[in-house]
């Protein structure tokens, strides 16, 4: 015999009227559940979420000049700027997670420019400043840079010296909230900065330097298989006692930064075959008058190949290191 569903021959219509409505009931309460559904998945994708997720959380001190919305774009490797401030030296650094650096400041006169920098690039503080000795050419622009600019943490090398721009550095320091901190070189001496990329300290040493140049940390600067070599103002011999206190595979860099602003007393031969590097970029104001960079010294590089920039001719210069390659870019 069939069976047929419909068949209520012996359902009693209060029964039936019963199963009925149970089916509304169970329909009502499905389509109530599927709206409950519907509801809290739109609340969950559209916006329950904290709002410190959807902040900008632009790493180090790089913010989007204005406080728009989306982050800046952070470079595709280690950024290094030679800021062209006249007579004197300067470097800008940032790393590719953001982190920012400054390696010395030039004369005092030379703030403006380096202000002016910094807020173009959307640079509102520095996790590092080093000045690599404290000659007026390299401490000037710090006076005002530790005044306006929140720090992380301060170095320079423990050689006091006896002028009136290392005064007020100090009182300038003593007033801000940055650390300070002068390490000097050792068999592995290190500043802390960003921890895709290693600064070493390849000097100075504590011992007593007749040339006050030599008090200047060198610096090597590295990111993957490309690097900087910051010779500060370091003279020939403070190369020489470097040279024979580290290895010599920790000189090698893609890129030298001339000693005292391409001066003949430094860049000696022994050094610049220890470093091997393809550019060389010389930090040196328009007419010094002391004749730098030395005709020599521009002769040498030129004869082994050596891609020579220069602040005074070519302005500020900016190399992009991505780890493998080297390229100096646009960086206005
Ligand atoms: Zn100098």
């Known amino acids: 015999m069939e069976y047929d569903d419909n068949d209520v021959g012996n359902v009693s219509p209060e029964e039936r009227a019963q199963r009925k409505r149970n089916r509304i009931f169970l329909v009502l309460a499905l389509f109530l559940f599927l709206i409950l559904l519907l509801a809290a998945l739109f609340w969950f994708r559209s916006g329950a979420l904290p709002s410190s997720a959807t902040t900008n959380s632009s790493p180090g001190f790089v913010q989007t000049p204005g406080a728009a919305p989306s982050p800046s774009p952070l470079p595709k490797g280690l950024i290094v700027s030679f800021l062209d401030v006249g007579q004197g030296d300067c470097a800008f650094l940032q790393s590719p997670s953001g982190k920012t650096m400054l390696i010395d ?3 005092e006169n030379a703030f403006s420019t380096i202000d002016r920098f910094l807020v173009s690039h959307g640079v509102a503080g520095l996790d590092v400043v080093i000045a690599t000795h404290l000659h007026t050419d390299h401490i000037g622009g710090l006076i005002q840079i530790v005044d306006a600019y929140p720090i992380g943490e301060f170095y320079y090398p423990p050689f006091d010296a006896e002028n009136e721009t290392y005064f007020s550095l100090r009182d300038a320091l003593k007033e801000s909230q940055a650390a300070a901190a002068s390490p000097l070189a050792g068999a592995d001496t290190r500043i802390p900065w960003d921890d895709a990329i290693e600064v070493r300290v390849l000097a100075p040493y504590d011992t007593v330097y007749s040339d ?3 008090t200047s940390y060198i610096l ?3 990111y993957g298989n490309t690097s900087v070599l910051f010779a500060g103002d370091a003279t020939a011999l403070g190369e020489k006692l470097a040279m024979k206190a580290q290895p010599n595979h920790y000189f090698h860099a893609d890129v030298l930064k001339i000693g005292h602003h391409g001066s003949s007393d430094s860049t000696s031969e022994k050094f610049l075959e220890t470093v091997q590097p393809s550019i060389a970029v010389i930090s ?4 010094n008058g002391y004749g730098l960079p030395d005709a020599e010294l521009l002769e040498r ?5 050596i891609k020579v920039y220069r602040t005074d001719e070519d302005g500020t210069v900016t190399l992009l290191l991505d780890g493998t390659n080297v390229t100096v870019i646009e960086y206005p």
């Open 284 to 287: 040196v104001g328009k007419d």
């Open 220 to 222: 090597r600067v590295t």
């Open 105 to 107: 400041g030039g004369p």
């Open 212 to 214: 006050f140049n030599d």
């Open 301 to 305: 590089l030129s004869k082994q190949g």
